[in-house]
Each structure stands twice: as structure tokens, then as C-alpha cells.
């Protein structure tokens, strides 16, 4: 079973840039999750879809930050413009919807290293 | 305000040690608790937890939740060096929102290290 792709892994601006990062689930997988995880912290949760609807934004900076996922399968996350403090790992992860497989966690993809100069 | 603390913060063992990581929540609508391992990239699933007082194993690694107490623990004996990583602990509260998931709240992690 192919895992949760994200891209690019790494992605180094300079402030007031743009930046986008891409998330392509697992297959099947309805749930979508974007995460922010700082150095040294656990990661937050940023954005959380359910096929191509928004279930939680609620820890989203929306006035930088933006996120969709069309189609109900992959998804971008955007930051425009970027600033000092956003340097951090961005991790996507997916899981089915709850009772439908085996397994009900969430699976995390590699993670987008962000910094910003 | 939900909250996931993590101790001890890091930890610096030698292989053949015995650990013990501690996990407090203090979430409204609990639904799970999971441990997760990360090394250098994505965390990678260990346990979920549900209901108190059962142990979950896997190998050198147990994981027992008190669903009283508000807290998890998870042990792994006999260390490895290749058990070096951070352990996250992360409580699921219930979708608010509608969704069949709920979002997860991760505590900042325990560095774990075993030296050779």
C-alpha cells in the first residue's frame, strides 16, 4: 500500500514570498489533515477535510494561510506571504472514515521542511 | 483549553535499559490516545488506546492507558539504539465539527536516546 506523498521536501524563501506545498493521500482515505510541527514541538493541527469539505480550520492563520483539496483526493496547502515564524515542518496525513477498515489512525506523510530567510 | 504534557522532555539511556515514557491529557470529548515515533521524518504509528487498564504490546513496547487518572504510559525494555527518536503522545478528541474523525492534540514529544 502506497503511503501519504507530499512534495516538495524541502523548500527554502526568503520573507513576504509565496510558497505551496502538495499532498496526495492514501488511496481511499476521506480524511485529510495539514500540520505545522515547529522544532521541538509536537505537531498542530492546521486544517482537516473530509473528502472535499472543510471539517476544522480553526487553528488556521487564514490571513496567510490557505488550503483546498478539490477533488477530495490530493490537496495544496499555501502561505502567502510567508513569514519568519512559519519556518517548520509541514506534515499531511490521511485516514479513512472511522469504522469503514482495519485501521483508524492517521498515517503521516514525509513532511515539506519550510524554511523562511 | 485541551492539553497533551509529555515527561520527561529527553532521556538518555543505555541499550538493555528499561523505559518509561508518561503521557497527561487533559482533553474534552476523549475519544483515543495514540503514541507515535518519529525519527528524522514522518511519525510512524505505535499504539491507539481506547479503554483502561489493557495493555497493548508490540515487541519491547507496551502502552496501558488510565482513563481515571487522565494519563498513558509506554514502556520499552531491553533498548536499542535504534529505538532512539522522539515519542509523541496524542489524544483524539471527537469531531466537534461534524467529521467521523476527530483531530488530533500532540504533546511536545520525549527525545529518547540510547547510547551503545
Known amino acids: 500500500e502506497a503511503g501519504v506523498a507530499q512534495s516538495p521536501r524541502y523548500k527554502i524563501i526568503e520573507k513576504r514570498q509565496s510558497v505551496a506545498f502538495w499532498c496526495n493521500p492514501i488511496s481511499g482515505h476521506a480524511t485529510l489533515y495539514w500540520y505545522q510541527q515547529i522544532l521541538g514541538q509536537g505537531p498542530k493541527l492546521l486544517i482537516q477535510?473530509?473528502?472535499?469539505?472543510?471539517?476544522?480550520d480553526s487553528q488556521l492563520p487564514k490571513d496567510r494561510f490557505s488550503a483546498e483539496r478539490l477533488k477530495g483526493v490530493d490537496s495544496t496547502l499555501k502561505i502567502q506571504p510567508a513569514k519568519l515564524e512559519d519556518s517548520a515542518v509541514y506534515l499531511c496525513?490521511?485516514?479513512?472514515?472511522?469504522?469503514?477498515?482495519?485501521?483508524?489512525?492517521?498515517?503521516f506523510g514525509p513532511g515539506t521542511r519550510l524554511t523562511v530567510l | 483549553e485541551d492539553k497533551v504534557v509529555q515527561s520527561p522532555l529527553s532521556l538518555v539511556v543505555h541499550e538493555g535499559d528499561t523505559v518509561t515514557l508518561n503521557c497527561s491529557y487533559e482533553?474534552?470529548?476523549?475519544?483515543?490516545l495514540l503514541w507515535y515515533k518519529q525519527e528524522k521524518k514522518a511519525p510512524t504509528f505505535l499504539f491507539m488506546l481506547?479503554?483502561?487498564?489493557i495493555e497493548k504490546k508490540s515487541g519491547r513496547l507496551s502502552s496501558i492507558l488510565d482513563k481515571k487518572e487522565l494519563f498513558s504510559i509506554l514502556n520499552i525494555t531491553a533498548t536499542q539504539t535504534g529505538d532512539s527518536a522522539v515519542y509523541l503522545c496524542?489524544?483524539?478528541?471527537?469531531?466537534?465539527?461534524?467529521?467521523?474523525?476527530?483531530?488530533?492534540?500532540f504533546g511536545k514529544g520525549t527525545k529518547l536516546s540510547v547510547k551503545p
Open positions: 482533553v474534552t470529548n476523549f475519544r483515543s
Open positions: 496524542a489524544v483524539e478528541a471527537r469531531g466537534y465539527y461534524g467529521g467521523s474523525q476527530g483531530n488530533l492534540i
Open positions: 481506547t479503554s483502561s487498564g
Open positions: 477535510f473530509q473528502n472535499n469539505g472543510v471539517v476544522d
Open positions: 496525513a490521511s485516514s479513512p472514515l472511522r469504522g469503514t477498515s482495519g485501521r483508524d489512525e492517521q498515517f
